[in-house]
């Protein structure tokens, strides 16, 4: 499941965003186990962390 975010367009990003944000909720609500949880968690980080990046790169910040 893991790859380098920085590779994906724009409309990737934010559609694996959301499909990994449904992941979530369905893996809560079907108890699918901690583990299967804490992977997308953390993906969904990579993915929210890629978006500010690119979002200050955007608007001229350095981070």
């Given at each position: ?26 893996s809560i609500a079907n108890d699918y186990g901690s ?29």
């Amino acid at each position: 499941m893991s790859g380098d975010v920085t590779k994906l367009d724009d409309d990737q990003l934010l559609a694996l965003l959301n499909e990994h944000r449904a992941l979530l909720g369905e893996s809560i609500a079907n108890d699918y186990g901690s583990g299967t949880v804490r992977s997308v968690t953390v993906r969904i980080a990579e993915f929210e962390a890629e978006i500010h990046r690119r979002g200050s790169t955007a608007h001229g910040s350095s981070a």
